[in-house]
């Protein structure tokens, strides 16, 4: 296996979740992630999250991530800066738990004007939360798909779908299709990731990331090989997380070892 020229195809990250995704040439990783992605979180007044699977229209926000915070822009909201707070000097009362999924994190809220934006992005009561003890990802710090399986699902729909639909970090070339299943870890130069599960995959696969609105869905075909029994779902990508190598460069054509 690894004979083969496996690379990195693509790097990619998504500042606010379930915004719009940023393409990058190199990327660094730190300890919870690609740098300056999922740092960033719409949620309800009560804390919830809220993603694409409900509020179609966050696949048209644009940031612009940068040191020392981030611009959002969106058509319906406008433009907003936002400065990146600094958790040891935040007031007691700007902090609060925040949900994703089942997970509750320790996030910073960032006041009235960010979330009047919000609410005009989602078209109801909603706020914006930074990353505190942790960043927003589903579960994991990172998801890796290949260009191969994409091409292998793609034969197999009326229509092709483009990566952006699965909302990759790291995009792989020159494996097999579904090989990344048989995957147990990649080595990037100094850097190693370890695959720990497959990605089950939901609604969100339906939306165009240009658009904001709902398309082919790649489900029902994913359905018919891709179901996963023990996870209970239909799976695309693996989930990765970092063993080490925080603070390392990647870039897309590094080469890519594998054990699986």
Not at 86 to 99: I, N
Not at 111 to 121: C, K, L, N, T
Not at 137 to 161: F, H, I, M, Q, W
Not at 247 to 252: E, N, Q
Request: glycine content about 6%; charged content about 25%; some cysteine.
């Amino acid at each position: 296996m690894n004979a083969r020229a496996l690379r990195i195809h693509s790097l990619h990250i998504y500042p606010v979740k379930s915004g719009r995704v940023i393409d990058l040439d190199e990327a660094r990783l730190g300890p919870r992630g690609l740098q300056y992605d999922r740092e960033w979180l719409f949620v309800t007044p009560e804390g919830r999250f809220i993603t694409q699977r409900s509020h179609p229209v966050l696949a048209r926000l644009t940031a612009e991530p940068d040191d020392l915070g981030v611009t959002l822009v969106h058509p319906d909201a406008g433009r907003l800066r936002l400065e990146r707070p600094a958790p040891m000097t935040t007031a007691p009362e700007d902090w609060r738990k925040v949900t994703v999924w089942k997970r509750e994190i320790e996030a910073i809220d960032l006041g009235r004007e960010a979330a009047r934006f919000a609410s005009a992005v989602v078209g109801e009561p909603a706020r914006i939360v930074a990353a505190g003890s942790d960043n927003f990802p589903d579960g994991y710090p990172l998801l890796v798909c290949t260009r191969a399986s994409l091409e292998d699902l793609n034969r197999k729909l009326p229509s092709a779908l483009p990566m952006s639909r699965f909302r990759p970090n790291i995009v792989l070339d020159g494996t097999d299709a579904w090989e990344e299943d048989r995957f147990k870890e990649l080595r990037i130069n100094d850097v190693r990731l370890k695959l720990v599960k497959a990605c089950t995959r939901c609604s969100m696969t339906a939306i165009d990331q240009q658009s904001g609105c709902k398309a082919l869905s790649p489900l029902p075909v994913l359905q018919e090989f891709r179901f996963d029994a023990a996870l209970r779902g239909v799976t695309f990508g693996q989930n990765a997380r970092i063993e080490s190598g925080a603070g390392s460069l990647l870039r897309v054509g590094d080469a890519v070892q594998i054990s699986g």
